[in-house]
């Protein structure tokens, strides 16, 4: 089984800086994924970023990049350049890419807002 | 990529009724999921379902309350049995697709449920 600590409720940026969403987890699996999810007032999931276990190297997706620690079992999503439609809730989940354990467990959110 | 539309969007329901929830996907997929999201809260996953088999149920969901259907590969029903007003929920569908490289869950944009 896994579990996903996600230990701010809530964040606050202004628009055009920079912020990061932390994220702990802990997962028996030795073969997973790891996503960064958001959902906006819409209800509407959007994957944000994906992370394979196994690559050393953080992804990337235009404005949004992780700190992807395997040993300490951290996955923090850094957002830069603020827009205000990344006002939303943000949710990290890892996946085992196989096995009875293979579905996805969200954390409790963080919910982002954007100061114009 | 898989687009998903569930039926109805909102409703809202008396205390003792039923409610069935239609989850339509535009691509044939082999696992769809049924996630509950309380008030201001996570994803919960409440069953995973397959296509010609029985859904599997997480713990704390059970089939008498939670009955899903999937007739086939592209769609399946939810239905919330004998309502109280603490099913008042987001009923989230999603699908797991894979490609060459990853897999991933494609989210429908959710049943805002009210049991009065």
């Known amino acids: 089984a896994q579990t996903v600590t996600q230990s701010q409720p809530e964040m606050s940026v202004q628009e055009a800086e920079t912020v990061t969403l932390s994220c702990t987890y802990d997962t028996s699996e030795s073969d997973y994924y790891l996503f960064w999810y958001k959902q906006p007032p819409s209800r509407q999931m959007i994957l944000v970023i994906r992370q394979e276990a196994y690559k050393q190297q953080n992804a990337t997706e235009n404005r949004f990049s992780v700190n992807f620690q395997k040993a300490a079992k951290s996955f923090s999503l850094k957002i830069s350049d603020s827009q205000l439609g990344d006002a939303a809730m943000y949710f990290c989940?890892?996946?085992?890419?196989?096995?009875?354990?293979?579905?996805?467990?969200f954390g409790k959110g963080i919910t982002l807002s954007v100061r114009p | 990529s898989a687009v998903i539309s569930q039926k109805p969007s909102r409703d809202i329901c008396q205390r003792g009724t039923s409610l069935t929830i239609q989850c339509q996907v535009d691509?044939?997929?082999?696992?769809m999921f049924w996630y509950r999201q309380q008030p201001g809260q996570s994803l919960t996953l409440i069953a995973t379902a397959n296509q010609g088999s029985e859904a599997t149920y997480e713990s704390g969901f059970v089939i008498d309350k939670f009955p899903i259907s999937r007739p086939n590969l592209t769609f399946s029903t939810l239905t919330v049995s004998n309502m109280s007003p603490e099913d008042s929920s987001i009923y989230l569908c999603?699908?797991?697709?894979?490609?060459?490289?990853?897999?991933?869950?494609?989210f429908g944009p959710g049943t805002r449920l009210t049991v009065l």
């Open positions: 691509s044939q997929v082999t696992m």
């Open positions: 999603s699908v797991e697709v894979w490609d060459s490289k990853y897999n991933e869950q494609f």
């Open positions: 989940a890892p996946l085992p890419i196989t096995g009875a354990n293979s579905k996805l467990t």
